[in-house]
């Protein structure tokens, strides 16, 4: 596929990001057929980049985090690039290799691993401080794993950030959220004008 590099400045932090030229053109019609599957990972979404600005300003020097669905992954780079500690998973493998070839460039390290939230495997295993994810309440089935995903590895302390920009599932994750003692907090931004970046802590 035809990819384009970008420069990107996100708070201090100047990266290069790869991606493909026509995200539409990369849409399989098997892949879709077997698990309704669209390359929205080729695209940068508006919450991507609004998440990747909050984690800056959250400087995460020496912190344990993972991205969940990263797709392009700018968050992962962002924190990568600040000295965190990085896992970032998603189950499209070209999203994986992409965001390795993307930390390579940018000459950061992070590990990336193609997993599906639903059954994260060894990603679910661990837990950790600092848990990302934007964009990933456009679909009703992926509210409540990735709720039972969070209780599992954000640790005691710690936080869940979830950016979204207005999904129509979004409401009910949240209240889902607070159903099962999370607390959470919306902060504004304006890339996201609809909706917000959505802090989990544990209640
Ligand atoms: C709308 S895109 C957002 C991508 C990126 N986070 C951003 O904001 O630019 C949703 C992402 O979630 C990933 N995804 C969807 N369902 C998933 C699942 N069950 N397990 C892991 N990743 C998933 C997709 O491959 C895609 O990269």
Not at 125 to 152: C, G, H, K, T
Request: aromatic share 6%; charged share 25%.
């Amino acid at each position: 596929v035809d990819t384009v590099v970008e420069q990107i400045t996100v708070e201090a932090v100047a990266l290069e990001l790869e991606r493909p030229l026509d995200p539409d053109a990369l849409v399989d019609e098997s892949a879709f057929a077997r698990d309704e599957f669209l390359p929205y990972w080729a695209s940068l979404w508006p919450s991507g980049v609004a998440l990747a600005h909050h984690v800056a300003r959250l400087r995460p020097t020496g912190v344990r985090v993972v991205e969940l669905g990263c797709g392009l992954g700018l968050p992962s780079l962002v924190a990568a690039r600040l000295g965190a500690d990085v896992t970032a998973l998603d189950w499209s493998p070209d999203a994986v290799s992409l965001l390795r070839r993307n930390a390579e460039r940018n000459g950061v390290r992070l590990e990336s691993v193609v997993a599906d939230w639903r059954t994260p495997g060894p990603a679910a295993d661990r837990r950790f401080p600092m848990v990302l994810a934007a964009d990933v309440l456009y679909e009703q089935r992926n509210a409540e794993p990735l709720l039972e995903l969070l209780e599992r590895i954000v640790e005691p302390g710690g936080a869940a950030y979830v950016a979204d920009p207005g999904r129509r599932h979004a409401p009910s994750f949240l209240a889902g959220a607070a159903e099962r003692g999370w607390q959470p907090e919306a902060v504004p931004d304006t890339r996201i004008p609809n909706g917000a970046v959505h802090v989990l802590r544990p209640g």
